[in-house]
């Protein structure tokens, strides 16, 4: 095709996971690059429940690039976010074979405007990281319609050739809209190398273990509160940069040790070390929000009675350490363990949580989850309630409460971005408009 011809329109359909982390990333080294202060790791959530699904479209005949997220379009003219990963994936635009013949040179593709509409398949929560799902699939899409070529590890002579991209390219690309979305890149187990570039170019995320390393880890994520959270995770890392210095040390001294410990815990598949570590973590992160001046409260009494659930069926149930929490900025708690205790970890909750009758009977139910199959585990769990000991049950102290718990998504560890067919597209393949209106799920939690 020559110069002053007519280009087709361009399009692609991915979807990306969301994640956990269980060593937090808190703190900014260079908060305009967003270069975080520590290292950090997190488990890749599953695909099957909670995700973001993307698609974009380019093409000569859009004339700017619009956003449609959750089913309302956003303004992009003061989102320096998503202006930021667009600009870098333009960058990197290669020359693309068009079907039935041709290509659309690279120097023209970028020039194109996009079309982006984008929805998340869970509500937005304070803590549900939707935003790193949101961005690992807006740039794994966008490299995929730009053409950028595709990310090799370290292969000794590969780096170098025709459409090979060195390892991270997209990751630092996706770090650049949220932190904690350049580890929601790849499944398994995420660590986000810090890096010590002043350019940035050595931060981004690295798999450490894939999701097939320790298949019988399942997650329960209990929704506290679908509000978005009060303090923001930057407002809330840049007052903790300026003032806490515990958040010095953390990121100094423990950190790295923890996250050496991590990787040996992985590795060896020993979950008790793994949920004390993530435990200790997380109390520790709390720890500097509460050091920061002043200060910032992301968990709330229910999570902190959720925290005391878990090391009273630790310490209690006679079976050893089977759990471990983590809360990421706001009250939701992610609990760890494996799967064959979490019909018994669901029961607790549920005891001292009941379900509010409209939650119990809420579209798609009180409990989710494909892979652990939600309704019959909600059903399990509900008939352990009886069986459970006296240790266990709620008390007079603190009787159980109806209704804190809005829900609960059963999951496991999954894999990373996917690539999704034409009928799974949002928008138009041509125009780039959505093809449908509608709000699945609510908007992301911190927009893209
Ligand atoms: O990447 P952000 O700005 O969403 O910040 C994430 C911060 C935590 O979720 C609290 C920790 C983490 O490492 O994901």
Redesign the pocket.
């Known amino acids: 095709m020559g110069s002053g011809q007519s280009y087709p329109s361009v399009s692609a359909t991915h979807s990306a996971p969301s994640n956990i ?1 269980l060593i ?3 703190g900014k080294r260079d908060a305009s690059k967003n270069l975080p202060l520590n290292s ?1 790791v ?1 488990l890749t959530l599953s695909q099957d429940d909670m995700k973001a699904i993307t698609t974009v479209v380019a093409s000569p005949g859009i004339a700017a690039d619009r956003l449609w997220l959750n089913g309302e379009e956003v303004d992009l003219s003061g989102n320096k976010r998503v202006r930021a990963v667009l600009r870098e994936i333009r960058a990197l635009a290669r020359d693309r074979a068009v079907d039935g013949g041709g290509v659309i040179p690279g120097s023209v593709l970028r020039t194109w405007k996009v079309h982006i509409v984008s929805r998340n398949t869970f509500p937005t929560a304070a803590g549900l ?1 939707s ?2 799902a949101g961005y690992a699939a807006l740039v794994h899409t966008l490299a995929d319609v730009f053409n950028v070529g595709r990310e090799v590890g370290d292969a000794m002579g590969e780096r170098e050739a025709p459409g090979v991209l060195p390892s991270g390219t997209l990751s630092a690309v996706a770090r650049q809209g ?3 979305a350049c580890r929601s890149l790849a499944g398994g187990l995420v660590e986000w190398r810090a890096g010590s570039k002043v350019d940035g170019s050595d931060s981004y995320g690295v798999q450490l273990f894939g999701e097939g390393h320790w298949p019988e880890l399942a997650l329960l994520i209990a929704v506290v509160s679908e509000k978005a959270k009060g303090t923001g ?2 407002d809330g890392m840049i007052r903790a940069g300026e003032t806490s210095e515990l958040l010095q040390h953390r990121a100094g001294v423990c950190v790295p040790r923890r996250l050496d410990a991590l990787k040996t815990a992985f590795l060896a598949r020993d979950f008790p070390s793994l949920a004390r570590l993530s435990m200790v973590d997380s109390n520790q ?1 709390h720890a500097t929000c509460t050091d920061t001046y002043p200060p910032v409260f992301y968990m709330n009494d229910v999570s902190r009675r959720i925290v005391a659930c878990v090391h009273a069926v630790n310490e209690k149930a006679g079976l050893g350490v089977i759990a471990g929490y983590t809360f ?2 706001g009250p939701n708690a992610v609990i760890i363990t494996t799967r064959q205790h979490v019909a018994f970890l669901l029961a607790v909750l549920l005891s001292h949580f009941p379900p509010s009758a409209s939650d119990l009977t809420a579209p798609g139910g009180f409990v989710s989850g494909e892979a652990l199959g939600g309704a019959t585990l909600l059903d399990g769990a509900q008939k352990l309630i009886a069986t459970l000991s006296p240790a266990l049950t709620p008390t007079s102290d603190a009787p159980s409460v109806e209704g804190c718990i809005k829900h609960v998504y059963a999951t496991t560890v999954g894999d990373g971005p996917r690539v999704l067919g034409k009928e799974d597209a949002l928008a138009d393949a041509t125009t780039g408009l959505p093809l449908t209106i509608g709000k699945a799920g609510g908007g992301f939690e ?1 927009g893209l």
Request: charged share 15%; proline share 0%.
């Open positions: 982390a937090k990333y808190w950090s997190s990281a935003s790193a949220s932190g904690s995770s930057t992160f990421d900025a911190k």
